[in-house]
């Protein structure tokens, strides 16, 4: 039996988001309020232990400990955010949407930078830079740059952030119908123009969704910021957590705070954007021809994986070849077998449930009208501001505090619970621009055919949102391949992580087996990126 593609459909304005469809049924405000509930253990936990601090913790609010580092973190998540915007934006629109040479290969290796740990891809560019470094030995600079400071944290999470925003707007440019670029482009008007007057206002959703994401992402940052010593609150956090814990916790609220601030301020931006249902699948999309510019893009396009991705992964090799072949060959490859096998595990298994979880809360916020809504929203995201050792140490309260649950400890429910709590906001940013892109006269189409709610869900929405929900599905399986804090403190007894080994690596001098083990997570994370997110893309562009 053979299938024919469905018709592109027509590019559609929706209501306002401020002018929801509908009330949200019932066990929809069930379901969110259930995934309020348990997203809300963190940052209850630090509000209850900062009530208990009392006069201490005013005195760590009024002091130099939140005023410099907190202007500083700004600074540095909104640089960030705003390069990636405009960074991802154009590599997402050149992958897709343009003849860019070689855009499959692309469209996966783009994505790995990723992957590379924060304090990796730190510890790379300063080895790099270092005197005898491979840039020393390439261009002969003589006295070695100091990568410490603004801007070497600001180019080192730029260059491992972009994907971020990368991958949800070249997930919603796949399911984009190619009519109105297709017609722009007959009536004369240049590529540009066509990106900045129809791709642009169609992808707004998904590059504010990026654009939160690494904000977030760069306000929990760590590893990254600590090698450079750009003094941040996740350092003053981590700084203080072991004799300090009025600090380390009062800051930790604060970031929390500041979450949550943001998050409001970026729902009630999006309440005024105009929604555009569009899905285009089953058609080859528009390619718009580069032209003259077709080699300057693929050049500038290759300069960047040079830095963000080929330097570290140079640099990770010369760590590797550096060991001995007897210690480093057969022997370092059977060892990493079960690291490699429980990345693979943990990862698939968090990108499911986070993407699971979250799609509820995607519809509730994204097609109806419910506080909860707003509320869960709100608590999911902040999840992500959250250092993986807050959530971790608050996980730690809450079930060694509870009797029912308190066998759970260091078990793999719990870790990957707290997986999907500090990374469900990329599942959920994702999802929500993949359901406010559907149009809604094909879900009144199948329900007039006598069609019910999950046949409809099964049949027609999830197919659609595919490439959306994948993309959010990517993310997080990335960031838990690389998690470090919630694994050392919440995983099994005996359960080695790739990102793990390479910690330990690193803390004893071990950088060969440090720098195989990197190697081996770059590679793993390609072959996984291709068969979660890249691949349900490919399916459109043929």
């Not at 009392?54 to 202007?71: I, K, N, R, T, W």
Request: charged share 15%.
């Amino acid at each position: 039996m053979t299938t024919t593609a469905p018709a592109p459909t027509p590019l559609v304005s929706a209501p306002l988001a401020s002018e929801p469809r509908s009330r949200a049924p019932r066990a929809l405000v069930v379901t969110g309020a259930v995934v309020a509930a348990l997203f809300a253990g963190p940052v209850l936990y630090l509000a209850i232990r900062t009530v208990g601090f009392g006069d201490g913790a005013l005195d760590v609010l009024g002091s130099s400990d939140l005023a410099g580092p907190l202007a500083r973190t700004l600074l540095l998540a909104t640089s960030v955010s705003a390069a990636c915007v405009l960074l991802g934006t154009a590599l997402a629109w050149l992958v897709t949407r343009t003849d860019l040479p070689g855009r499959r290969v692309l469209r996966v290796v783009l994505v790995l930078p990723l992957v590379i740990p924060s304090f990796v891809g730190a510890f790379a560019l300063q080895a790099a830079f270092a005197s005898g470094g491979l840039l020393d030995r390439l261009l002969d600079f003589g006295l070695a740059p100091r990568i410490e400071g603004f801007w070497a944290a600001f180019a080192v999470l730029t260059l491992l952030s972009y994907p971020y925003v990368y991958l949800p707007v070249a997930a919603r440019l796949a399911v984009l119908p190619p009519a109105l670029e297709e017609s722009a482009r007959s009536l004369g008007r240049t590529p540009i123009e066509v990106f900045r007057t129809l791709v642009l206002p169609q992808t707004s959703g998904a590059i504010a969704a990026g654009a939160l994401l690494t904000f977030l992402y760069c306000v929990s940052e760590f590893g990254a910021v600590s090698l450079v010593r750009y003094d941040t609150l996740t350092l003053r956090i981590e700084a203080t957590r072991l004799f300090d814990r009025e600090t380390s916790i009062t800051l930790s609220l604060v970031l929390a705070l500041v979450a949550l601030v943001v998050v409001t301020a970026e729902r009630a931006m999006a309440r005024r954007r105009t929604v555009i249902e569009a899905v285009g699948a089953g058609r080859r999309v528009h390619q718009t021809p580069l032209g003259r510019w077709r080699v300057p893009a693929l050049v500038g396009v290759l300069i960047l994986m040079l830095v963000a991705l080929v330097a570290p992964i140079t640099v990770l090799a010369e760590w590797a070849a550096r060991g001995d072949s007897g210690r480093f060959g057969v022997g370092v490859a059977d060892d990493l077998l079960g690291p490699v096998a429980n990345t693979v595990v943990i990862s698939v298994v968090t990108a499911l449930v986070a993407t699971l979880a979250v799609l509820p809360i995607a519809y509730l916020t994204a097609r109806h009208r419910s506080r909860v809504g707003g509320v869960v929203n709100a608590l999911v995201v902040a999840g992500f501001a959250l250092p993986g050792l807050v959530i971790a140490l608050a996980l730690v309260f809450w079930v060694l505090g509870t009797p029912v649950v308190s066998g759970l400890y260091q078990s793999f429910p719990l870790l990957v619970f707290a997986y999907v709590v500090h990374f469900g906001a990329q599942a959920l940013r994702a999802s929500q621009v993949a359901v406010s892109g559907l149009p809604a006269r094909l879900d009144d189409a199948a329900r007039a055919l006598g069609a019910r709610r999950w046949r409809r869900l099964r049949t027609v929405e999830l197919p659609l949102m595919a490439p959306g929900l994948a993309a959010g599905a990517g993310l997080v399986l990335l960031a838990t391949m690389k998690e470090l804090p919630a694994t050392l403190l919440l995983a099994p007894i005996g359960f080695d992580t790739l990102a793990t080994r390479i910690w330990s690596a690193s803390e004893t001098g071990l950088m060969a087996r440090a720098g195989l083990t990197s190697i081996v997570l770059v590679a793993l994370s390609a072959v996984l990126t291709w068969a979660v997110t890249i691949r349900r893309m490919d399916r459109l562009d043929r």
